[in-house]
C-alpha cells in the first residue's frame, strides 16, 4: 500500500497527514503533529522536527511527500487573454505577468494554471516564487531525508477546500493568517495578515501576568459572545479586543482581494489551530458580512490538520494544485536516492564507491541499450511498410513514425476505395494504428504527445504523455470503445512537472481474434450447423 504524506511546518506545530491506497483509489489515513523545535537562533527548526517525524515513523522512507511554499515568498496573478489554445496562453504568459510585477522573472519560477479556456478567450492563474527560495525549502526537507516530490504554494492548497463560488479560505495558525481567494476551488489571490493566535494568547498573559501555558490554556476554554450578548470583563474582554484587531486586519485582506480580483466574497472558510476559539466563526461573520463557517476536513480530522490534509490529497492526486517544482528543480526520485547512496559510499571506502559508480554505469548503459534497441524497431518497421522512408527521418522520432505511418494508410485508404475489390485489405498493423488514431479523444477534450512506439509480432505499444491523470483515464476509455480496442491497457502512469506520462499496451493476437469476432466467415453454402450450437 502506497502513502503520501502531507508536511505543514508550521512555526508552532509540525503537522503531518497521510493518504493511503494505490493509482486514483487513495482514502485518508493516519495524523501526527509535535511541537517545532526553536533553534539557536530563536527561529522555528524545520530541519529538526522533519527528523523527528522520520525517526517516529518506519514507513517514512517508502512513502512520498507532498510540502508547501509559504505564502509570504510568493505571488499570485491572474492574466486575461483574447485566445484558449494552451500553447499560446504558455507563449504569451510570461510577458502578461512581467508586465504587471517589479520582478525579473528570469530568477523567479512561473507556475501557470489555465481557470478557464474559451471562444472569448481564457483566464490563467500564476504563483510566483524566487527559484533560490523553492530550492532552499527542498533542500531543507532534502537534509531530512523527506524530500518532497510536490511543492505547492499554501494557499494554493487551500483553495481546494473552495466548493462552489467564490470562497475565502483563512488559515488562522500561530503567528500569521493565510488568505486564499478560491473560484471553484481554483487559486485566483491570496494574502497574508502578520497575526494569529499568539497575539490572542499575548494580550491574556499581559492582562493576568501568568505564564504562557496557562493563557494558551485559558485561551482554548474560552468562549467569544456574540455580538448581541452583553461583554464580558476581566482578560476575556482582552481577549476579545486583540480578535477585534485581527478582524480588522483580515477585512482590509479580503477588500483588497475583491478589488485585485474583481469578484465579491461568497462564504469564508476557517482552519488551522487558532479558528478553534469557541464563537470565532460568529464575531467574523458579524464584521464581515458573510457566512462563516469551518472547513470539512476529509477523514474527519480537526481543522489544526487542513493544511497537511489538503496537501496529502494533493501528492495523491485527488485535488489538483499547482507544482512549483519545475525545470532544473523538477523531482527525480530514485535518481537523486542513488546518488545520495553513491554520495554516502565515499565514507566507506573507494572500492565500494567504484563498485556503486560500476553499477550505475551498467544500467545506463543498459537503458541507452534498450532505448536504442527499440528505436530500431520502429525505424524496422517504418522502413518494413515504406521502404522509401530513410532510417534517418524516423530514429529516435516515434511521433514522426506514427505520422508517417497514419498519412501511409490513409493514402493506402484511398486507394482501395478507388480500386474496390481489387484490393485484399489494409495491413493489420496499420489498419490497427488507424483504429488507434481514430479512437484518441479530440485535443481540446484529452490531449496526448507520442513520444515512443514499439511494434512486435505480438504487441503495439506506446509511450505518450497528457496534462493529467484524468485526461490520461479519458485516453484509455476512448481506445477501449473499440471492440477490436478492448485488450488495450494503460500501465506506468506516473506525473513528471507539470504532465502525466504513461504506456498503451495493445496485444495483437488478442485483436485479431477480435477482429475474428467482429467479421466472422460465412459458413460454405449448405454446410450443415455445428453439433452444440454457436455461443
Same mark, same amino acid.
Given at each position: 500500500?502506497?502513502?503520501?504524506?502531507?508536511i505543514?511546518?508550521?512555526?508552532?506545530?509540525?503537522? !503531518?497527514a497521510?493518504?493511503?491506497?494505490s493509482?486514483?483509489r487513495?482514502t485518508?489515513?493516519?495524523?501526527?503533529?509535535?511541537?517545532?523545535p526553536?533553534?539557536p537562533?530563536?527561529?522555528?527548526?524545520?530541519d529538526a522536527?522533519?527528523?523527528a517525524?522520520r525517526?517516529?515513523?518506519?514507513?517514512?522512507?517508502? &512513502?512520498?511527500?507532498?510540502?508547501?511554499?509559504?505564502?509570504e515568498?510568493?505571488?499570485v496573478?491572474?492574466a486575461?487573454?483574447?485566445?484558449?489554445?494552451?500553447?499560446?496562453?504558455l507563449?504569451?504568459l510570461?510577458a502578461?505577468?512581467?508586465?504587471a510585477?517589479?520582478?525579473?522573472?528570469?530568477?523567479?519560477?512561473?507556475?501557470p494554471r489555465?481557470?478557464?479556456?474559451?471562444?472569448?478567450?481564457?483566464?490563467?492563474?500564476?504563483v510566483?516564487?524566487?527559484?533560490?527560495d523553492?530550492?532552499?525549502?527542498?533542500d531543507?526537507?532534502?537534509?531530512?531525508h523527506?524530500?518532497?516530490?510536490?511543492?505547492?504554494?499554501d494557499?494554493?492548497?487551500?483553495?481546494?477546500?473552495g466548493?462552489a463560488g467564490v *470562497?475565502a479560505?483563512?488559515?488562522?495558525?500561530?503567528?500569521?493568517?493565510?488568505?486564499?481567494?478560491?473560484q471553484?476551488?481554483?487559486?485566483?489571490?491570496a494574502?497574508?495578515?502578520?497575526?494569529?493566535g499568539?497575539a490572542?494568547t499575548?494580550?491574556i498573559?499581559?492582562?493576568?501576568g501568568?505564564?504562557w501555558d496557562?493563557?494558551?490554556?485559558?485561551?482554548h &476554554?474560552a468562549?467569544? /459572545?456574540?455580538?448581541?450578548?452583553?461583554? /464580558?470583563? &476581566?482578560?476575556?474582554?482582552?481577549?476579545?479586543?486583540?480578535?477585534?484587531r485581527?478582524?480588522v486586519?483580515?477585512?482590509?485582506?479580503?477588500?483588497?482581494l475583491?478589488?485585485?480580483?474583481?469578484?465579491?466574497?461568497?462564504e469564508?472558510?476557517?482552519?488551522?489551530?487558532?479558528?478553534?476559539l469557541?464563537g470565532?466563526?460568529g464575531?467574523?461573520?458579524?464584521t464581515? &458580512?458573510v457566512?462563516?463557517?469551518?472547513v470539512?476536513?476529509?477523514?474527519?480530522?480537526?481543522?489544526?490538520?487542513?493544511?497537511?490534509?489538503?496537501l496529502?490529497r494533493?501528492?495523491?492526486?485527488?485535488v *489538483?494544485?499547482?507544482d512549483l517544482?519545475?525545470?532544473?528543480?523538477?523531482?527525480?526520485?530514485?535518481?537523486?536516492?542513488?546518488w545520495?547512496?553513491t554520495?554516502?559510499?565515499?565514507? !566507506?571506502?573507494?572500492?565500494a564507491f567504484?563498485?556503486?559508480?560500476?553499477?550505475?554505469?551498467?544500467q545506463?548503459?543498459?537503458?541507452?541499450?534498450?532505448l536504442?534497441?527499440?528505436?530500431?524497431?520502429? !525505424?524496422?518497421?517504418? *522502413?518494413?511498410? %515504406?521502404?522509401?522512408?530513410?532510417?534517418t527521418?524516423?530514429?529516435?522520432?516515434p511521433?514522426?513514425a506514427l505520422? %508517417?505511418? *497514419?498519412?501511409?494508410?490513409?493514402?493506402?485508404?484511398?486507394?482501395?476505395d478507388?480500386?474496390?475489390?481489387t484490393?485484399?485489405?489494409?495491413p493489420?498493423?496499420?489498419?490497427?494504428?488507424?483504429?488507434?488514431s481514430?479512437?484518441? /479523444?479530440?485535443p481540446?477534450?484529452a490531449?496526448?504527445?507520442?513520444r515512443e512506439?514499439?511494434?512486435?509480432?505480438?504487441?503495439?505499444?506506446?509511450?505518450?504523455?497528457t496534462d493529467?491523470?484524468?485526461?490520461a483515464?479519458?485516453i484509455?476509455?476512448?481506445?477501449?470503445?473499440?471492440?477490436?480496442?478492448q485488450?488495450?491497457?494503460?500501465?506506468?502512469?506516473?506525473?513528471?512537472g507539470?504532465?502525466?506520462?504513461?504506456?498503451?499496451?495493445?496485444?495483437l493476437?488478442?485483436e485479431?481474434?477480435?477482429?475474428?469476432g467482429d467479421?466472422?466467415?460465412?459458413?460454405?453454402?449448405?454446410?450443415?450447423?455445428?453439433a452444440?450450437?454457436g455461443?
Open positions: 500500500m502506497a502513502t503520501v504524506y502531507g505543514d511546518t508550521g512555526s508552532w506545530r509540525t503537522r !503531518v497521510t493518504m493511503e491506497g493509482f486514483r487513495f485518508p489515513g493516519g495524523t501526527a503533529e509535535l511541537a517545532t526553536v533553534g537562533d530563536g527561529a522555528p527548526d524545520a522536527a522533519l527528523r517525524l525517526e517516529a515513523d518506519p514507513r517514512w522512507e517508502l &512513502g512520498e511527500r507532498a510540502a508547501c511554499m509559504p505564502m515568498l510568493c505571488a496573478r491572474v486575461a487573454m483574447p485566445f484558449a489554445e494552451r500553447k499560446d496562453i507563449r504569451a510570461p502578461e505577468i512581467e508586465a510585477v517589479p520582478w525579473d522573472l528570469d530568477a523567479m519560477i512561473l507556475a489555465i481557470l478557464e479556456a474559451g471562444p472569448r478567450g481564457s483566464r490563467t492563474s500564476a510566483i516564487v524566487p527559484r533560490a523553492v530550492r532552499a525549502r527542498i531543507t526537507f532534502a537534509a531530512a523527506a524530500e518532497p516530490r510536490v511543492v505547492v504554494a494557499a494554493d492548497a487551500l483553495a481546494t477546500y466548493e *470562497q479560505v483563512l488559515d488562522i495558525g500561530h503567528r500569521r493568517t493565510v488568505v486564499a481567494l478560491a471553484d476551488g481554483r487559486l485566483v489571490a494574502r497574508v495578515v502578520p497575526s494569529g499568539a490572542w499575548e494580550a498573559a499581559g492582562a493576568t501568568v505564564a496557562h493563557a494558551e490554556a485559558a485561551k &476554554g468562549r467569544l /459572545p456574540a455580538a448581541d450578548e452583553p461583554a /464580558p470583563t &476581566g482578560w476575556e474582554a482582552v481577549l476579545i479586543e486583540a480578535v477585534e485581527w478582524s486586519d483580515l477585512r482590509a485582506a479580503l477588500i483588497a475583491e478589488d485585485e480580483s474583481g469578484l465579491g466574497i461568497d469564508v472558510l476557517l482552519c488551522g489551530g487558532a479558528s478553534r469557541d470565532l466563526a464575531r467574523v461573520g458579524a464581515l &458580512g457566512p462563516v463557517r469551518p470539512l476536513v476529509p477523514g474527519g480530522h480537526p481543522v489544526d490538520f487542513a493544511l497537511a490534509v489538503a496529502a494533493v501528492g495523491a492526486g485527488e *489538483q494544485a499547482t517544482r519545475l525545470g532544473d528543480l523538477s523531482y527525480h526520485g530514485h535518481a537523486e536516492t542513488l545520495r547512496v554520495l554516502g559510499a565515499v565514507g !566507506v571506502g573507494a572500492v567504484v563498485a556503486l559508480i560500476g553499477v550505475f554505469v551498467s545506463v548503459v543498459k537503458a541507452r541499450a534498450e536504442d534497441a527499440a528505436d530500431a524497431e520502429v !525505424v524496422a518497421a517504418v *522502413q518494413g511498410a %515504406l521502404p522509401d522512408v530513410p532510417a527521418r524516423v530514429a529516435g522520432q511521433t514522426m505520422a %508517417l505511418l *497514419q498519412e501511409s494508410l490513409a493514402a493506402s485508404r484511398a486507394r482501395v478507388a480500386l474496390g475489390d484490393l485484399g485489405g489494409v493489420p498493423t496499420l489498419d490497427l494504428l488507424r483504429l488507434v481514430e479512437n484518441v /479523444p479530440a481540446d477534450v490531449r496526448v504527445d507520442v512506439m514499439t511494434i512486435a509480432e505480438d504487441a503495439v505499444s506506446f509511450k505518450a504523455e493529467s491523470y484524468e485526461a483515464a479519458k484509455e476509455e476512448g481506445l477501449r470503445r473499440s471492440a477490436r480496442l485488450t488495450a491497457r494503460k500501465s506506468e502512469e506516473k506525473k513528471v507539470d504532465v502525466v506520462t504513461f504506456t498503451v499496451n495493445i496485444p493476437e488478442a485479431d481474434a477480435a477482429a475474428a467479421a466472422p466467415a460465412e459458413a460454405p453454402a449448405g454446410a450443415a450447423p455445428a452444440g450450437g455461443e
